[in-house]
């Protein structure tokens, strides 16, 4: 698994002057294939504008005629490869492509998935109850006091547990099948979201933001309150053995959990940032 | 050997294009503000997107004349902050086809490029091919200098 490499080429599809245009149906072919290989793809043509270019090589792919131009970027930065695809089919092309990475490494669809949790900033309230939960040190704090996603890496695979203990719905898993972890909006009725109670009399004459702020200092009490490790031990083990029941979450992640001395260091480590935060807000 | 830069017809094959980071001139009349790039996302390496529809959309975006971007897999670049997300947010006005809008958002806010507020994200979960093809291909908005 290799999930922190850059992607070694990019990949433009020429049909500018020069080359022959490429049957629609053809170009689709080409670039489906490059795409569930893993490569990324532009299309160049007209009318919208193409992104800039970046710090990769370039693989310009052309029906040149066996003309194939030599090319030097202007800035000498980035080495540019232009290869002839005349009456090549989409395999055949996929393999000069393949070639021109050469020992470059980069993930292949198939073998890895890319999964974790992705924070909806707009929902999120900074609870710290996801830091707290996650028995796999994916969540931290930011040096402003903010939950992160650090360590996207640790989060196994499947497992979408966290979202559940969200009270904000504010984390997605954007490779999951049901909404709304997978994004999708949210009815706040079914989210069974945690309202603020508020005094109408208050809304009316008064301040709305007092209710505010005494919502997030009884967050923050909620965290002060001694909590036996023992017992915050066993609730997530219960929450996740039922996750599991339900078909939430998948069995090999009860097997993969850390050893009871190590949870429960995880514990008080997460417990200290997360109060640490909140304390800081 | 021939010498290639940023602008050369291989990104920009018409020559009156604007670049990409170009904003609009101070013309007082209104005008075609610059077209939006397209990104198109494959979802590759975990295919939750409808596979009918993504094929269905690409094939579209070929039929065109139109260049745009595909990448195999937002969500596998943003797992390792892949500068070209950067690049991608950069780009002023965007479409993207890709899935669910507060995902698609989520991802590049995530990996520390958010993306502009009036970013357009057509979702291949839910909406045709036909539908998310209009909404790529259509022209920019009338706006006013
Ligand atoms: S549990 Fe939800 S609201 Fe609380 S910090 Fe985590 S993402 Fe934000
Ligand atoms: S952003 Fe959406 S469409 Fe793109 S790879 Fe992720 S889940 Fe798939």
Redesign the interface.
């Known amino acids: 698994m290799i999930t922190h490499t850059h992607r070694p080429l990019r990949v433009v599809l020429y049909e500018g002057s020069g080359s022959i245009q490429l049957p629609a149906e053809s170009r689709a072919k080409v670039m489906m294939a490059l795409l569930d290989k893993g490569y990324t793809v532009t299309r160049s043509g007209l009318g919208a504008p193409a992104m800039p270019h970046d710090e990769r090589n370039l693989l310009v792919l052309g029906a040149f005629e066996g003309k194939a131009p030599a090319l030097e970027d202007a800035t000498g930065k980035i080495s540019i490869d232009t290869c002839d695809i005349t009456g090549l089919e989409p395999d055949a092309i996929l393999a000069l492509v393949d070639k021109s990475r050469g020992e470059k490494t980069m993930n292949e669809p198939g073998k890895w998935k890319p999964w974790f949790p992705v924070i909806d900033y707009s929902r999120c309230t900074n609870c710290m109850q996801c830091l707290s939960f996650c028995l796999f040190d994916v969540y931290g704090v930011s040096d402003d006091n903010k939950i992160q996603v650090q360590n996207n890496d640790n989060c196994k695979t499947n497992c979408p547990a966290c979202s559940r203990v969200c009270p904000e719905v504010a984390i997605m898993f954007p490779k999951y099948q049901a909404g709304p972890i997978n994004g999708d909006e949210i009815n706040e009725n079914e989210a069974g979201r945690e309202k603020i109670k508020v005094d109408i009399s208050s809304l009316l004459g008064g301040d709305i933001y007092s209710a505010l702020k005494d919502r997030s200092a009884a967050a923050k009490s909620r965290f002060s309150k001694e909590r036996s490790p023992d017992k915050a031990l066993d609730e997530r083990k219960k929450c996740l053995t039922k996750l599991v029941g339900d078909g939430f979450i998948p069995a090999d992640v009860l097997a993969s959990l850390p050893s009871t001395e190590e949870i429960l260091k995880k514990a008080v480590i997460a417990k200290a940032k997360a109060a640490a935060a909140l304390a800081a807000q | ?6 602008h050369h ?6 020559a009156q ?5 170009d904003t609009a001139t101070s013309s007082t009349t209104p005008f075609l503000s ?6 198109y996302c ?1 979802c ?3 295919q ?1 997107v409808p596979s009918g529809v993504k ?1 269905d959309v ?2 579209k ?13 937002l ?6 902050r ?3 997300l950067q ?2 947010a ?2 002023g006005s965007l479409r993207i086809a890709a ?6 958002k ?2 590049f ?2 990996a520390g490029f958010p993306l502009p507020a009036d970013t357009e994200i057509l979702n291949m ?1 839910t909406q045709s091919a036909q539908e998310i093809a209009d909404a790529l291909l259509g022209a920019p908005a009338l706006t006013a200098a």
């Open positions: 050997m021939r010498i290639i830069t940023a017809p291989f990104f920009h094959p018409v294009r604007t670049n990409c980071r610059t077209p939006a790039t397209i990104l494959r590759a390496y975990a939750v094929n690409l094939q975006l070929c039929d065109s004349d139109t260049s745009f971007e595909t990448v195999s897999d969500c596998e670049m943003a797992a390792h892949d500068p070209r690049a991608i950069s780009c899935c669910f809008p507060r995902a698609v989520g991802l806010q995530q979960r």
